[in-house]
Structures are given as C-alpha cells and as structure tokens.
C-alpha cells in the first residue's frame, strides 16, 4: 500500500505540476461552442494535469499487473466523452497559440483518459481487493474541488492547508478514503510541495507584506510580467496571534438536566445545593459540590422565571409565568404553599418576573410584569403591602439590610422604596434600556444595575448619585451578582460572562475594571465563599466555574468551555456547514504551518478536539 501511494503521488503531482507550467506559459484560454464561451483559467488545466498524470500512473499498473479492468475503465470513459460532444455539438479552443476544433474523436479520447485516470486512483488507494471504484470517484471528485478551491483564493499553501485539514475531516469520519491519503505521509508530501513551488515562484514574484494580515485576507496581484499562479511567502511574525492574558477563572462543571433555557439560580446560604428554574416548567436541585440532580419539582403551569432560598436555607420559592408564587420545604422536598392576592388563585395579576427575602427572612418581597411589587410575610404567606409606581415590568429587585427595597423596570428606571413608612419613593435614572437587574454591596452602601443598554451603573445607595458606568458588553445585561466581599462584580449578558474589579478611589467612591471575559450567559450567582460563579446557558445548561488562586501557574486552555460549539464560535444548533466553515476559520489561523506563536498549538489541538467532538455527535445524529 505505502509503495502504490508513494509512486501515485510522484505521478499526480508531475501531471499536475505540468498543468501549471501550461498554462503559466499559453496564459488566458477559452472553450467555445453551442452553449456559448466560458474562460478557462490555472485550476481547469491543473485538473486535466493532474487526471493526465492519474492516467500514466493507472497505465502503468494496468501494464505491470496485466489488469484487463483497466480498458473497462477506459471504454466507460469514452462513451461518457462521446455522449458529451452528442449533446454539446461542435466545440472550439481558443488561446495564445491561436485556435483548435474539438470534435467527437478527441472528446471520445479524453474521456478514455478520464477513465483511466480514474482507475489510476483506484489503484493508488485501494485498500482491500474487491473495493469498489467509487472511492476512487470520491477522491478525483475532491481533488477537483480543491483545485478549483486553489482559483477562488489564489493562494496555493492555503490550498495544501485545506488538503490537510479535510483529510483530518475525513479521518476522523472513517471515510476509508481518507484513511488511505492519510497515510501518504502527508506532512512529508506537503513539506516537498511547497518546497517546489517556492522555488518556482522566487524568482517571478516577490511579494511585500506591509501590516500584519490574517492568512484568509491574503490575496496576489499579478502584473501582465508576472506569473498568474503566485505563492507569497508567510512570515510567521506578521501572522502571529496576540497572548492573551490567563483567565483566573475555570469551568469546571456543566450540568445538564433541564430542556429549556435556564431563567433564574439561586444557591443555598450554606453554598451546598443550587435551585435552578426553566422555562421547561421545572425547578432543579443540584448538589453543587458533585454537580449532581438532587431533585426536580413539578407542577408549574408555566416557565419558571423567579427562584430564591431562604435566608436560613429552609424554604425554596418559585415564580414564573403561571402568575402565582409557590414555596417549597427544602429539607422533605414538600409543598409549603401558594401565596394569593387576596380573594384570587394568583399572587399577581402578570407573570412573576423576580423574588427576594428580608435578611431576617419576615418579608419575601415579588415583582411582577403587572408593574407592581408585592409584600408577604415570609413564615405565613400573607399578604402585606403593594407598592406601586413603576410604569412597566418590574425586573428585578433587591432588599438592603436597613430596610430599603430596590427595583428595576422595563421604564429604565430604578426606585428605592423604604418598609418603614408610605413616603414616594426616590428614582433614579441614567439608563436607557430596561433596568433587568439590581443587586447591593454587602456593605449596603452601593447599588449596581445592569441594563439592556449593555451598562452597568454604580450608585450610592444613600445619595443616589451615580458613581460610575462600566461599559464592554456587546449586547444588554441581564443578570449581575456581587462577591461576598464586594470587590468582584459578574455580569451576564445572552452572549457571555463579564467579571469587574470593584475599587475605591481616594475620595470614596466605587470604580470598576474589566477583569475576564468568559464563555457564558445570565444568570449568575456567586457562591457565599466568593470562590465559585454560577452561571445559565442555552439548551438548559449550567456551569460551574471555580477561581484559579494562582493565575500565573494557570495555562490559558481554549477548551475551558467545555463545549464544541463554544470553542469553536458557532451557536450549539449550527448546521454542519456553518461549523465546518468555522474550523476551517480557526484551522487557518492557529494551524502552525500559518502560526508561530507559543499559544498556537495548545490552541489548535483544543480546536481539534471540539471539532472531533460535533463531528461524533453528528454522526450518531446521522445513525438515529
């Protein structure tokens, strides 16, 4: 098998290579005739070298081993060229050497020459006796398409790239094709083909690169003195990827038990279990140490939206768009309750958008898409007191410590509304998107408010003056949490998770730097020890993600996500072209042909890696 691939290579990569010197030398052709003219450029006549070559190469075994299944192919070629020039009619080649008909007689003899080029295939990559031709079908089918792929992005090592990339593609599918064409030594092959066609190309063109470009940006201007296939030369220093800085924060876990999005997360004050609500119409239990399913309650009418424990880790409430909020015993997984407005089976007249407990747990206070927020008392489930105010949804709330409750609302404002007395409350303003959530300082001297508007704000709770924005989100903010220890700040947005250094500065007030980027989505929740973020994610999935105390002894790893279509860009339900576009993407510019930098390997392989994983998954798709 080696001995076959190695002479066949060594014949296609001659015929190829005078196909190239062709049409480097005649220039500009054309085919004309009863369809009406169409140019012919590099890639057509390096094909026919290449097929040329296959051929030489199929006549020499056939000669060698006396396999009369060689003129079979030939006479099946011959007719499929005979039946071509039937249907076309008269056809014509126009060029530099001036102009040629092409009748039945030479179509018919090209078609022979196809079809002993594809028995040469075959015979290159036969693995078992009695292997079907269509093997050798399917190579000469994708060689084709490469070479014509080489026209479109006139870039002849970008072309050897994707040779190597698809072969893995293949590989790793178990197409026995590919299988053998991998084991052409492919790296020695590609290294000695792009030896020769920098050797070829120096001495005619001599390209500058003048800014640093990506490999897929590349593209050659040829001048009538040059030679119309050109090969630059890459430097490994104009191509090189910027390193990034190590994230001190790891994803450790991904729980996966829900069906649909992940709305709300709360955890437990002894950091132990974690509720989880869904727009599956589910609340989970999660036992946050092992990441394992405690327990799922049933019985909502609608999505979950709103979930919150206890203060003293008792009682688990939930709300959603069933309009009614319902607790829960944490310790017997029983009902507690339903809380009703009055003479009503709902506790709010729209959909229960967030809950909150009093730090001495005798108020649970909700909010509501009817704009208002209601009181209840948290051991008896009465109802106490409606504050309205609000023009729209009411989003998100938080209860301080000395009494005052914070809202935010789909009107872009924020109101702060004190439990001791009737007075108006105060309001702030200064978004302009819905303020979606609202969270406090355990100091109880700051508030945070994350927007649509992809802001956060930063407000003195006491003044309610604003301190300071952050802004770097590309898309609106919907979930924030603050540290125990109030110096780190997550925000989540649909499209990923922020972290922000939380300072003060000499004259008291609290600034914020951008810390990490990471590859998640709101919700998000710290943990009462500070060390571990809780975060939602699409297709109901929630990670776990653990801070990395040391973050120079930690190694930057594109995996960390921990899923395929993170790592690689795309979203979880991307068809397999878009992903296949993707890698090839990444492929050309983590590939070390391409780029030299330190992080480029670690980066390929994990680029690998994702892309084996989705291509495992898409063929136990296939199998079902």
Partial sequence: MAENSGESVVFIASGAGLGIGVSATVGGMGLAGGFGAVGIGMAPVTVAGAVAGAAAYGAFKAIGEGDTAAFGAIGLGAL?????????????????FGAAGIGMGTMTAAGGVVGLGVYGLYKAFKQEPGQRMAGAIDAFERMESKVLEMEAHTEYTQALLELELEALERKLLGDPVEQNFAALEMEQELEALKANVKAASSSSFNPTINSPVKAENFTSHSTPQESQFTAPEIKAEALAIEVEPPQSWKCVKVLKGHKASVNSIAISPDGQTLASGSDDRTVNLWNLKTGKQIFTFFGQAGEVHAVAISPDGQMLVTGGFDNKITSWQ??????????????????HSGFISSLAFSQDRKILASASGDKSIRLWGGYTGEIKRTLNGHLDTVLSIAITSDGQIASGSADKTIRLWSLSGCQQPRVLTGHSGWVTSVVITPDGNTLASGSTDGTINLWNLQTGELLYTLTGHSSGVYSITISPNGRTLASGSTKELKLWNLHSVDDGTVQGSLLHTLAGCSPVAFTPDGKTLVSGGEGGRIKIWCQVLNSNDFTLDPSLPGEWWEVLGVGMDADSEAVKLAYHHLARQYHPDINRSASAIAKMQAINTAYEEFLKEFSAFRVR
Avoid: D, E, H, P
Avoid at 80 to 96: D, I, N, Q
Avoid at 330 to 347: C, D
């Fill in 330 to 347: 944490l310790n017997t997984k029983a009902l507690f309750r339903s809380f009703f407005y009055q003479n009503s089976f709902y506790s």
């Fill in 80 to 96: 499929g060229g005979a039946g071509v020039s039937a249907t076309v009619g008269g056809m014509g080649l126009a060029g530099g």
